[in-house]
């Protein structure tokens, strides 16, 4: 889906960053800038800016940056689409797409989720209020789920019917197919999908229906236990979380997420006071998974036997809490027991599984080391050391690696370095150096960045790459000259750390000179080049050194002067070509 450029840059300039923000951040204007509290992270002072003119906003705490766009996707959890549609909405702008085609795709997604919203409620009402559907309510009450948990996650019955859902929903037959709710018999006949099953609908994050879920009864002679809605055009299993509508908000709060196998699971989490709890829906955890949990928190609670499918799944966990920065722990749920069970029998042992889980790895340790607590001999407790060590030596991390050596160690009684020295030379990938801090100084070559961004004609015929000595703010300076001083389309040039650079810049309010500001830089960079010549033999050059001194002296002596600040603009962008 793609929306045209147009489009986007008339909502971009007419619709105030700062009227957006307002509502999530009491902001405060200070100089230029206006302030608050950052939405996106618990802090006391304000760190979290906005420049109005250039409709930017950027927090010095948390480091999160971007434009209105971006604004509405971090704090409502949507697309750029998404985010796109709300805010022509909010300004009245009619959304051209790019083509026919996808145009009659929105349309059609649309009519998809409206049939399956009619659906949901139809079952829902069924289960409530329907004479055919007493078993299931009465099964429902033995599992624990009051009347105020049934109607929180609309729950449903499908009667045990051919078409009672077909008669009543009275769309056409394609409809019905490409949502999941029928499908065509061998007769030709529209027949429903679902027949005597308690139903669990499964929504967006936003809170559109999307698909099914349904359990049969016990007693049933129904051989599926579980029926799911298919793939749709509204629906990818692996890119959905059921829950994700309702727990969103809690796992923003809490910077955690808890994913579990089932439906009953999370609704059992909910029950026990742990309002943060998803599930897959009927899959493995996959990548889009996490591409999409990423939004909203960096920890992972499994409750689920994450260890069963093996080294290939520590791999990819290993994997993705490097790619997406992600921490993946797992609740240490008590033996034969399911969090749907828990949360009737003990709910406080749920909660204590979610507040003491382990690191991924850690919990793989200790299964394995609890398991041999009887490891009492020499040779037991070596076998247990090589055990350990294998799992251990699956992890990228070679510090990681070395911590836990230690743990074994300390555990099996064997050399703590003969353990480290395995942990170095042993696993996959091996990190041999931390992320640089993104954090840079606020000097001059700063404060030049923010004069570009701010006023491009006041200061931009003055700056050559040769005056930015710091690579990163060479980078930032790079994409702003090859942008012509486009804030947007620089962002998309720059790498990611020259990117948080450029919007720490947007919305710096500094209130310096533009001139007095690149000659602060030039006397540093002819300075600096002039240390480097001094070896020089050829005449010609060292006359013309011996000149940058002289008009480096007299820009010393003169502030007005643009004379010498050109001159010596030129010198410095020759020799440093000279040297590249």
């Not at 949901?120 to 289960?127: G, I, K, M, Q, S």
Request: aromatic share 8%; glycine share 8%; hydrophobic share 40%.
């Amino acid at each position: 889906m793609a929306i045209a450029d147009d489009d986007i840059e008339r909502i971009r300039t007419g619709v105030s960053i700062v009227d957006v923000i307002t509502p999530h951040v009491a902001l405060k204007r200070v100089g230029r800038n206006w302030t608050g509290l950052c939405p996106f992270h618990p802090e006391k002072s304000p760190s979290f800016n906005v420049r109005e003119e250039i409709g930017r906003f950027h927090c010095f705490g948390c480091g999160k940056s971007g434009d209105v766009f971006t604004f509405v996707q971090e704090i409502e959890h949507v697309d750029f689409v998404s985010a796109v549609e709300r805010l022509a909405a909010k300004a009245g702008i009619q959304i051209t797409y790019t083509n026919d085609g996808q145009s009659k795709e929105r349309q059609r997604r649309k009519r998809l989720v409206e049939a399956m919203e009619q659906a949901v409620e139809w079952y829902h009402d069924r289960l409530l209020t329907g004479p055919d559907a007493g078993a299931a309510r009465g099964y429902l009450r033995s599992r624990g789920f009051d009347s105020e948990t049934v109607r929180k996650f609309r729950l449903g019955w499908a009667p045990d019917d051919w078409d009672q859902l077909a008669k009543h929903l009275r769309v056409p037959d394609d409809v019905l197919r490409d949502t999941g709710l029928g499908f065509m018999n061998r007769r030709n006949r529209v027949q429903d999908s679902f027949r005597g099953r308690i139903l669990f609908p499964i929504f967006t994050p936003e809170g559109d229906p999307i698909a099914l879920g349904g359990r049969i009864l016990p007693g049933s002679t129904d051989p599926a236990k579980y029926k799911n809605s298919p793939e749709t055009p509204i629906y990818a299993k692996s890119r959905t979380f059921y829950g994700l509508n309702w727990a969103k908000g809690e796992i923003v709060n809490a910077n955690q997420a808890v994913i579990c196998e089932g439906y009953t699971d999370v609704i059992g989490f909910h029950r026990a006071g742990v309002p943060r709890a998803i599930a897959t829906c009927g899959t493995a955890l996959t990548e889009d998974h996490v591409r999409l949990l990423k939004r909203y928190a960096s920890r992972v609670v499994l409750s689920f036997d994450a260890d069963a499918a093996g080294q290939g799944a520590a791999e990819r966990f290993y994997e993705w809490e490097q790619k997406y920065e992600i921490e993946v722990y797992v609740a240490k749920l008590p033996p034969g027991t399911d969090p749907g069970e828990l949360a009737v029998s003990d709910p406080a042992a749920l909660r204590a599984a979610v507040d003491h889980a382990l690191p991924f790895l850690g919990f793989r340790l200790e299964r394995l080391l609890e398991a041999n607590r009887g490891a009492t001999s020499p040779e037991q407790r070596s076998r247990l050391a090589t055990k350990a060590m294998e799992i251990v030596s699956e992890h990228p991390d070679v510090n990681v690696r070395k911590l836990y050596a230690g743990q074994i160690a300390t555990r099996t009684g064997l050399p703590v370095a003969d353990l480290v020295a395995v942990a170095e030379r042993r696993g996959g990938r091996i990190i041999t150096a931390p992320r640089p801090d993104r954090r840079v100084r606020d000097g001059a070559e700063f404060v030049a960045l923010a004069n570009l961004i701010q006023d491009w004609d006041g200061i931009a015929a003055w700056l050559i790459e040769a005056l930015f000595r710091d690579e990163l703010h060479l980078r930032a300076f790079r994409a702003l000259a090859e942008s012509g001083g486009n804030l947007t389309a620089a962002l998309e040039l720059a790498d990611p750390e020259a990117r948080t650079v450029l919007e720490r810049a947007a919305v710096a309010d500094v209130d310096f000179d533009p001139m007095m500001t690149v000659q602060v830089l030039l006397r540093s960079g002819v300075r600096r080049m002039l240390a480097l010549r001094t070896h020089e033999t050829d005449p010609d050059q060292i006359r013309e050194d011996d000149e940058a001194r002289r008009l480096l002296h007299s820009l010393d002596e003169s502030l007005t002067d643009p004379a010498p600040t050109d001159a010596l603009l030129q010198w410095l962008d020759r020799r440093s070509e000279e040297r590249d």
